[in-house]
């Protein structure tokens, strides 16, 4: 079966309560009642619920930028997967780049995190890729399979399914540097060998696998016609409504 593309806007930690609403309204009237892809809006949490409202009756669905590990509890400042399923995300990210580097998340955690989420019934997007100095050191195949190995161990086939994987590489991330297509397609095909290897050809070749880093309008295409690219999480390009659907044309 052919895998359908997604593209996700990650907004981070942007927009006001207004944009946000704003912006998921932009999205749904540009995306129509049946995209010919996938498409999701990760905002900041404190704005899922009047997002998720915005969004109520449309095509374009909701994701949270993170999850935390328990269902419930004394973990001050975190936030449950039945909480998000609550407000109306159909996805958790998990491992983003920010979060491994700026916020010192660990694979290890990563692992919990999918586990709490996909048992939970959440679809994941994870996220992986290597830094500048680490593919100065060609050494961005060890660090895919460091990355998948922790985060995915111990996940049975059903939950493989609700499973989306996210090629971020750091060096191209918020820096204008895109990935060129030849590059991107290299990395997106090890990362598939590398699924195979350890889970198997079926679940290999179902996963989802999105490009992150600088991804526009313009560099979209090229990306997208690339066999092992399923999509794209946006950063940036997801803040403003054309920028974002230029991309998601991209990928009908
Ligand atoms: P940019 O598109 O701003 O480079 O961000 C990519 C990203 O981190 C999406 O999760």
Same mark, same amino acid.
């Given at each position: 079966m052919p895998r359908r593309k997604l593209v996700a806007g990650n907004w981070k930690m942007n927009t006001t309560r207004a944009e946000a609403v704003a912006l998921a309204q932009g999205v749904a009237a540009g995306v129509g009642a049946s995209p010919k892809c996938d498409v999701a809006v990760i905002p900041p949490f404190v704005w899922l619920d009047p997002v998720a409202a915005a969004l109520k009756g449309t095509a374009v669905q909701l994701g949270a930028q993170d999850v935390y590990t328990e269902p419930k509890g004394a973990f001050t400042g975190e936030i449950s997967p039945a909480m998000l399923l609550e407000v109306g995300c159909q996805y958790a990210l998990v491992g983003h780049s920010e979060?491994?580097?700026? +916020?010192?998340?660990?694979?290890?955690? =990563?692992?919990?995190?999918?586990?709490?989420?996909l048992e939970a019934g959440l679809h994941v997007i994870l996220c992986i890729g290597e830094t500048l100095a680490e593919r100065e050191r060609n050494l961005q195949e060890r660090v895919f399979q460091r990355q998948v190995y922790a985060a995915c161990a111990g996940l049975t086939d059903e939950q493989f399914g609700r499973l989306t994987l996210a090629y971020e590489p750091v060096w191209a991330i918020g820096t204008g540097k895109v990935a060129t297509p030849e590059l991107a397609q290299e990395a997106h095909k090890n990362?598939?060998?590398?699924?195979?290897?350890?889970?198997?050809?079926?679940?290999?070749?179902?996963?989802? +696998?999105?490009?992150?880093?600088?991804? =526009?309008?313009d560099s979209a295409p090229g990306l997208f016609a690339q066999p092992d690219i399923d999509g794209g999480l946006v950063g940036g390009a997801s803040l403003k409504a054309d920028s974002f659907l230029k991309i998601v044309a991209a990928a009908g």
């Open positions: 979060r491994r580097h700026v +916020i010192g998340e660990t694979d290890a955690a =990563t692992n919990h995190k999918v586990h709490a989420a990362i598939r060998a590398r699924m195979a290897l350890l889970y198997g050809d079926n679940i290999a070749g179902a996963l989802p +696998i999105l490009y992150g880093g600088s991804l =526009t309008g």
